[in-house]
């Protein structure tokens, strides 16, 4: 169920209702009647597929202020308005709309959108502190341009951001089981490819696209995690979510060592380069008249995710790793992360082969968590295969049981 609130927002919700019902979901849309000043019954209808509802007195039959609520798999709000997140935080009816999130038994998530002044406002931080109390997944809005001149926090998150929302509480997730499981925890995420400059042109790269990083703060945040992004992608940034954006290992390791000592769980999913340039050239470097080519020399980078887990300052962390492994004549790709586990020091290791055609830039991903609570021999958790959202929810899911084993 979309409910859709009465805010000049409420156009962009038209395409988050596009996504949710290509994606196979039936929606049922019920505007408030201000938001029918700003987007009229007929689009809700038209690209729904679906009858409107909008008032308790329509359908009265079918007791629509129970049923819709009842019947909902997922109650999305959006934009949900600074009146809308008063009149849910204190359990009034007065129209469908709170109705049905009165008497929904399913997750809810709500997507506020407002002028800054009124999404920093007192009032407004203690309503949205009640529902999250609840249950209720409140995202953060995105931070922009608002309605006229103004710029601020209280832009409502794009609709692919909701949408991604969306998908990690639907039934399919393992999310759904404990949206709320994070809440409280402070996490650290690290995503993208690092890129090392070799010239003003040119640098040495990877294929990393950031996407599983990007899914594992996503997911992070709607299961009540106050969470930090320290990318190099150009993804847009996730709802919710504090972004550090960098380029380099050096600019990446500086980032990360600040914000982990205030962080409960701090997870390295970026690709970070193992080697860069012994020396940048500030000029681009031209082709020889000889022909020759040039010899670029290279140095290590520092192993970040090593020093993060011998150099621990928050008790009872838990620090996961990523390894992008293939499988060569000295052992398979498990063989090598096991090792890595190992020489690493981190608690957790998130294993997947990749290659041509494989994990990167794709939007599914298939891996195995290595606990390193096994010893010699590590525990293996195998998830199963699924969109990067899907095996974020399977990482946190063991990355919970690991921070309830130490809470115990």
Same mark, same amino acid.
């Given at each position: 169920?979309?409910?859709?609130?009465?805010?000049?927002?409420?156009?962009?919700?038209? *395409?988050?209702?596009?996504?949710?019902?290509?994606?196979?979901?039936?929606?049922?849309?019920?505007?408030?009647?201000?938001?029918?000043?700003?987007?009229?019954?007929?689009?809700?209808?038209?690209?729904?597929?679906?009858?409107?509802?909008t008032?308790?007195?329509?359908?009265? *039959?079918?007791?629509?202020?129970? @049923?819709?609520?009842?019947?909902?798999?997922?109650?999305?709000?959006?934009?949900?308005?600074?009146? &809308?997140?008063?009149?849910?935080?204190?359990?009034?009816?007065?129209?469908?709309?709170?109705?049905?999130?009165?008497t929904?038994?399913?997750?809810?998530?709500?997507a506020?959108?407002?002028?800054?002044?009124?999404?920093?406002? #007192?009032?407004?931080?203690?309503?949205?502190?009640?529902?999250?109390?609840?249950?209720?997944?409140?995202?953060?809005?995105?931070?922009?341009?608002?309605?006229?001149?103004?710029?601020?926090?209280?832009?409502?998150?794009?609709?692919e951001?909701? /949408?991604?929302?969306?998908?990690?509480?639907? =039934?399919?997730?393992?999310?759904?089981?404990?949206?709320?499981?994070?809440?409280?925890?402070?996490?650290?995420?690290?995503? =993208?490819?690092?890129?090392?400059?070799?010239?003003?042109?040119? /640098?040495?790269?990877?294929?990393?696209?950031?996407?599983?990083?990007?899914?594992?703060?996503?997911?992070?945040?709607?299961?009540?995690?106050?969470?930090?992004?320290?990318?190099?992608?150009?993804?847009?940034? #996730?709802?919710?979510? @504090?972004?550090?954006?960098?380029?380099?290992?050096?600019?990446?390791?500086?980032?990360?060592?600040?914000?982990?000592?205030?962080?409960?769980?701090?997870?390295?999913?970026?690709?970070?380069?193992? /080697?860069?340039?012994?020396? /940048?050239?500030? *000029?681009?470097?031209?082709?020889?008249?000889?022909?020759?080519?040039?010899?670029i020399? &290279?140095v290590?980078?520092?192993?970040?995710?090593?020093?993060?887990?011998?150099?621990?300052?928050? #008790?009872?962390?838990?620090?996961?790793?990523?390894a992008?492994e293939?499988?060569?004549?000295?052992?398979?790709?498990?063989?090598?992360?096991?090792?890595?586990?190992? @020489?690493?020091?981190c608690?957790?290791?998130?294993?997947?082969?990749?290659?041509?055609?494989?994990t990167?830039?794709?939007?599914?991903?298939?891996?195995?968590?290595?606990?390193?609570?096994?010893?010699?021999?590590?525990?293996? *958790?195998?998830?199963?295969?699924? %969109?990067?959202?899907?095996?974020?929810?399977?990482?946190?899911?063991?990355? %919970?049981?690991?921070?309830?084993?130490?809470?115990?």
């Amino acid at each position: 169920m979309l409910g859709v609130g009465g805010g000049i927002a409420a156009y962009k919700v038209a *395409h988050l209702l596009r996504l949710l019902t290509e994606s196979g979901h039936d929606v049922r849309v019920v505007p408030t009647r201000a938001a029918l000043e700003f987007v009229g019954e007929p689009t809700w209808a038209a690209l729904s597929g679906q009858p409107v509802h909008t008032d308790v007195w329509q359908d009265v *039959h079918e007791v629509p202020h129970v @049923r819709l609520g009842r019947d909902a798999d997922l109650v999305v709000v959006a934009p949900a308005t600074a009146d &809308l997140l008063a009149r849910a935080a204190h359990g009034l009816a007065d129209d469908l709309l709170t109705n049905t999130l009165l008497t929904a038994r399913c997750p809810v998530l709500m997507a506020p959108a407002m002028h800054t002044e009124m999404w920093e406002h #007192p009032a407004t931080q203690a309503n949205v502190l009640t529902l999250r109390d609840r249950g209720v997944v409140v995202l953060d809005p995105a931070s922009g341009r608002l309605t006229g001149a103004d710029t601020g926090p209280g832009r409502l998150p794009e609709p692919e951001q909701i /949408f991604a929302a969306c998908r990690a509480l639907l =039934g399919s997730s393992p999310a759904v089981a404990t949206p709320q499981d994070l809440a409280g925890r402070t996490v650290l995420v690290s995503a =993208g490819g690092t890129r090392e400059p070799l010239d003003p042109v040119r /640098f040495l790269g990877n294929r990393s696209s950031g996407k599983q990083g990007y899914a594992l703060a996503a997911v992070a945040a709607s299961r009540g995690a106050d969470v930090v992004l320290v990318s190099s992608s150009s993804l847009p940034d #996730p709802a919710g979510v @504090r972004v550090v954006r960098v380029e380099t290992a050096e600019q990446l390791r500086t980032a990360v060592l600040a914000e982990a000592p205030s962080a409960d769980v701090v997870v390295m999913a970026a690709a970070v380069a193992d /080697f860069r340039p012994a020396r /940048f050239t500030d *000029h681009k470097i031209k082709k020889s008249d000889d022909g020759g080519s040039p010899v670029i020399e &290279l140095v290590r980078n520092p192993d970040i995710l090593a020093e993060l887990a011998a150099h621990r300052t928050r #008790p009872g962390q838990v620090v996961v790793g990523f390894a992008a492994e293939t499988g060569d004549a000295q052992g398979s790709v498990l063989d090598h992360a096991r090792a890595k586990l190992a @020489r690493k020091g981190c608690d957790l290791l998130v294993v997947n082969e990749v290659g041509v055609d494989k994990t990167f830039g794709s939007d599914d991903n298939t891996v195995v968590v290595l606990d390193a609570a096994g010893g010699e021999r590590p525990v293996e *958790h195998a998830l199963d295969p699924g %969109t990067k959202t899907e095996v974020a929810a399977g990482v946190w899911n063991v990355v %919970t049981r690991r921070l309830a084993a130490r809470a115990g």
